[in-house]
C-alpha cells in the first residue's frame, strides 16, 4: 500500500547541515513535499518538487528526489535555533489524497 | 505500522446543513488527535487539538460552536462542520499522536468538503 517513511529523530550542531531523508512506495505520486511544525502551530509548506524534477533549491532548502528509489531529501544549510521543528514528508497521489510520513524531529546542539 | 482512517474522502453538501468527518486510529491508541484544515499555498492550519475525553482545545480564530470535536474514545475523534456555508469549502485532514512502538504523527488521507 501506499506508505511514506521518514526517521522520527535527527540532532545537528547548529551551524551544520541538516538532511532529513524521506522514502515513498507510490510511484505515481505527482509531487513530494516538505512541511515544517513548530510546537502548537500548523504544518507550514517549506517546498515541494514536482515529480519529473530531481533537485530544487531554495536559499538554505536543497530538495533531492531520486524517483527510481522513491527516495526523497531536504537539506537545510548552516542549522540555526530556529529550524529546530518537526519536518514532515508528503505526496499527493491524486487531487485529494495526501499521504504524510510521521515526522522528524530535528534538535540543534549549542 | 499506525493506522489512520478518515472518512469520507470527500463530501458535497448543501449550504446550512452539517457535515461529520471522521478519524479512526486503527491499530493504535491515540489520546491525542488534531484538526488540520489546508489552505491556499498548501499549509495546514491546526485548528484544534483533541484529547480523549476531554474538551478539545481550539486555536485562535477557530469556532469551536461550528466546528465540533468529540474525541469519545482512544480510537476516534470526529470533527461536524454545522450549519455549513461555501467558505467552509476546503480540505480537512486528521493526525493522531501515537506512542511507544507507534510513536510520531500518523495523519489521516484527509477530506474534501464542498458546500455548494
Known amino acids: 500500500g501506499e506508505d511514506v517513511e521518514q526517521s522520527l529523530f535527527l540532532s545537528v550542531r547548529e551551524g551544520d547541515s541538516s538532511v532529513i531523508n524521506c522514502t515513498y512506495t507510490d510511484s505515481s505520486s505527482t509531487y513530494l513535499y516538505w512541511y515544517k511544525q513548530e510546537p502548537g502551530a500548523g504544518l507550514q509548506l517549506l517546498t515541494y518538487i514536482f515529480s519529473n524534477m530531481d533537485m530544487k533549491q531554495d536559499q538554505r532548502l536543497t530538495v533531492l528526489l531520486n524517483k527510481k528509489d522513491k527516495h526523497l531529501s531536504l537539506r537545510i544549510a548552516d542549522t540555526q535555533t530556529g529550524d529546530s521543528a518537526i519536518y514532515f514528508c508528503a505526496e499527493t497521489v491524486s487531487d485529494d489524497k495526501i499521504i504524510f510520513g510521521k515526522g522528524t524531529r530535528l534538535h540543534i546542539l549549542p | 505500522g499506525a493506522v489512520v482512517s478518515q472518512h469520507p474522502s470527500w463530501v458535497i453538501c448543501k449550504s446550512g446543513t452539517s457535515v461529520k468527518i471522521e478519524c479512526r486510529s486503527l491499530?493504535?491508541?491515540?489520546?491525542?488527535m488534531f484538526w488540520y484544515r489546508q489552505f491556499p499555498k498548501q499549509s495546514l492550519m491546526l485548528m484544534a487539538t483533541?484529547?480523549?475525553?476531554?474538551?478539545?482545545?481550539?486555536e485562535q480564530g477557530v469556532e469551536k460552536d461550528k466546528f465540533l470535536i468529540n474525541h469519545a474514545s482512544l480510537t476516534l475523534s470526529t470533527l461536524t462542520v454545522t450549519s455549513a456555508h461555501p467558505e467552509d469549502s476546503s480540505f480537512y485532514i486528521c493526525s493522531a499522536e501515537g506512542q511507544g512502538d507507534n510513536y510520531g504523527y500518523t495523519f489521516g488521507s484527509g477530506t474534501r468538503l464542498t458546500v455548494v
Open positions: 483533541s484529547n480523549e475525553g476531554s474538551k478539545a482545545t481550539y
Open positions: 491499530d493504535f491508541q491515540a489520546t491525542t
